[in-house]
């Protein structure tokens, strides 16, 4: 089966600038996730979707960070505007079920603020 | 809140010798799920091995096996016949589920080399 797909793998961006990130989860897979993992540190859990809806999103800054999964498949997650510290790679997942297996992890998208 | 705990930044080992790598969590729960991931400079997380609380039995996956002490809270991964490939960081997960609501919370993660 394919893996999950993530685009771009690398942005570099001025703060104060906007940028989005795309995920294409495994077909099937109900639920998403999207990370953020700072340099040297565990990945974060910035939101959480269960088909298009949101399940959990009390990490996600909310007044820079917004997230979307039209049609429970395709996701995006935006931040805008950008600051220096929200350098770091975005990581998203899914899962079939609730997750006692494991998740499926993309690839990642390495955001730099400059 | 469920915390994970991994007090080794950095391990080495020889090739073809063993390494564990440690891992303690605090949670109130009784069953749960831990993990070990796997991230080489990739970065996709790869799921090492899967442990369930409730079976007291050490989970194995080929040359990864874990030692899981639930009473200490304690859940390490043992790694067998270290080859090059095995090079990257590891992170040891938590799954909490509360209310139906489930996550996985990572610990900071151990980079692991192995020297030729």
């Known amino acids: 089966e394919a893996g999950v797909a993530q685009s771009p793998r690398y942005k570099i961006i001025e703060k104060r600038q906007s940028v989005a990130f795309w995920c294409n989860p495994i077909?099937?897979?109900?639920?998403l996730y999207w990370y953020q993992q700072i340099l040297g540190q565990g990945p974060k859990l910035l939101i959480q979707?269960?088909?298009?809806?949101?399940?959990?999103d009390s990490q996600l800054p909310k007044d820079r960070f917004s997230a979307e999964r039209l049609k429970g498949v395709d996701s995006t997650l935006k931040i805008q505007p950008a600051k220096l510290e929200d350098s770091a790679v975005y990581l998203c997942a899914s899962s079939s079920g609730q997750g006692t297996y494991g998740y499926t992890f993309g690839s990642g998208t390495r955001l730099t603020v400059v | 809140a469920q915390t994970v705990t991994q007090s080794q930044p950095e391990m080495s080992v020889q090739e073809a010798e063993t390494v564990t790598l440690s891992c303690t969590y605090d949670t109130s729960e009784s069953d749960y799920y831990l993990f070990w991931y796997k991230q080489p400079p990739s970065r996709q997380m790869i799921l090492v091995i899967r442990?369930?609380?409730?079976?007291?039995q050490n989970a194995t996956e080929n040359r990864f096996s874990v030692n899981f002490q639930k009473a200490a809270k304690s859940f390490s991964l043992k790694i067998s016949d270290s080859q090059l490939g095995d090079a990257a960081m590891y992170f040891c997960a938590y799954r909490s589920e509360d209310f139906g609501n489930e996550k996985l919370t990572f610990g900071t993660g151990t980079r692991l080399t192995i020297i030729p």
């Open positions: 979707f269960q088909n298009n809806g949101v399940v959990d």
């Open positions: 077909s099937g897979h109900a639920t």
């Open positions: 442990q369930e609380a409730y079976k007291q």
